[in-house]
């Protein structure tokens, strides 16, 4: 399978599964897909985008070259929103190195807070802060600072379950 091509051709749940199982463990198809995702144009990285977490959600071990890249790329505004979503829910699957908590926890605060962020993107943001704050006291505090006052304006379901799942994880 050329998987650029199977992106170009059709953009499904079909697709997507499609791609996943061709990957499977596989590292250099992987790589494959990673730089369709990372070297594409707008839309191929938007379309491998959804392919690339259903991948690493039943690899995780395939990202770890990557991630790096990934975080850098969240904190880019010029990405189609499927590109933060997908990063960020993958990223909320995985066990994420200690050398990445500092810039992702920023980058996560910064999606968390921003109104104009897609909801989901809000949502995963604050399942991957919770689990780096939940590490860190000094920054539980001000997580849940962030989260009450998120907590007071948004009307939101999702984000009102992920503030009060964020919560309880925090004060185990």
Known sequence: MNIEKQLINE???AS???????????NTRFKELMTVFLCGDYRLTQRAAWALS???IEHPQLIKPYLGKLISMLAETHHHPAVARNILRLLQEIEIPEK???ELIDVCFKCIINQAQPLAIRAF?????TKICKLYPELKNELQLILN???QFSQAPAIKVRVR???KMLSD
């Open 11 to 13: 953009h499904s749940h």
């Open 16 to 26: 997507t599964l499609s791609i996943v199982n061709y990957i499977g463990n596989n």
């Open 54 to 56: 259903n991948a690493v």
């Open 100 to 102: 990445h908590h500092g």
């Open 125 to 129: 943001a604050i399942t991957v802060a």
């Open 149 to 151: 006052e998120l907590a």
């Open 165 to 167: 799942n964020a919560h």
